[in-house]
């Protein structure tokens, strides 16, 4: 069974890191792109980035482009997905998703993980 | 970046009723690379459909994907309780991929 399990939900202040975390099972890691969708509260879905676990090849959405990181241990099956120094604004579910190989489309979704940043 | 702008923003029908979905696009979807989430309250997103017609792995036969270029809809038949949620579509034919605003069924 393919499941994607993230990290638990996490408190931080405004200018703190943050790396959260996603391990993939059930299915061939290496071959699949994995990205993460932000969801602000009460708001809708919105593409960051991707990552490809074979090569690190990574693709980010101009509106995340600098502002975050996307990594991949492909030896323990995890991407992650980190700040440096986090904004209030950064308050929201962030969830991983597995790609579809050629389709494109993001199959298996991740629970989720609710990052609150509050002073 | 491609803008879609999905319609109604609310849906308020019956069990049993068909719903019809609109997604328009801002610009051509290259390759029909557009697909529909459903996402409850509370839990992740879930893929219904993908290549616009294409139903998703253990997706009932009720949910169907029509459109290309720049306009798509997601029919459901036959409305059954579980189906009242949030629906999203998405298209990855351009990066930016980009979501619509979503449109909510609820139950009337």
């Known amino acids: 069974e393919v499941q994607l399990v993230q990290s638990g939900a996490e408190v931080r202040k405004p200018g703190e890191s943050l790396k959260i975390s996603c391990k993939g099972s059930g299915y061939s890691f290496n071959i699949f792109w994995i990205g993460w969708v932000r969801q602000m509260p009460g708001k809708g879905l919105e593409w960051m980035g991707t990552i490809y676990p074979g090569d690190s090849d990574s693709r980010y959405s101009p509106s995340f482009q600098g502002q975050v990181t996307i990594s991949v241990d492909k030896s323990i099956n995890t991407a992650y997905l980190q700040w440096s120094s986090l904004k209030a604004s950064d308050t929201a579910i962030y969830y991983c998703?597995?790609?579809?190989?050629?389709?494109?489309?993001?199959?298996?979704w991740g629970q989720g993980t609710l990052v609150t940043v509050s002073s | 970046e491609i803008v879609l702008t999905q319609s109604p923003g609310t849906l308020s029908l019956s069990p049993g009723e068909r719903a019809t979905l609109s997604c328009r696009a801002s610009q051509s979807v290259d390759n029909s690379y557009l697909a529909w989430y459903q996402q409850k309250r509370g839990q992740a997103p879930r893929l219904l459909i993908y290549g616009a017609s294409s139903r998703a792995t253990g997706i009932p036969d009720r949910f169907s994907g029509s459109g290309f270029e720049t306009d798509f809809s997601l029919t459901i038949k036959r409305l059954e309780p579980e189906d009242f949620a949030i629906y999203y579509c998405?298209?990855?034919?351009?990066?930016?991929?980009?979501f619509g605003q979503g449109t909510k069924v609820e139950i009337k």
């Open positions: 998703v597995r790609r579809l190989p050629v389709a494109g489309a993001f199959d298996y």
């Open positions: 998405q298209q990855y034919g351009t990066s930016p991929w980009t």
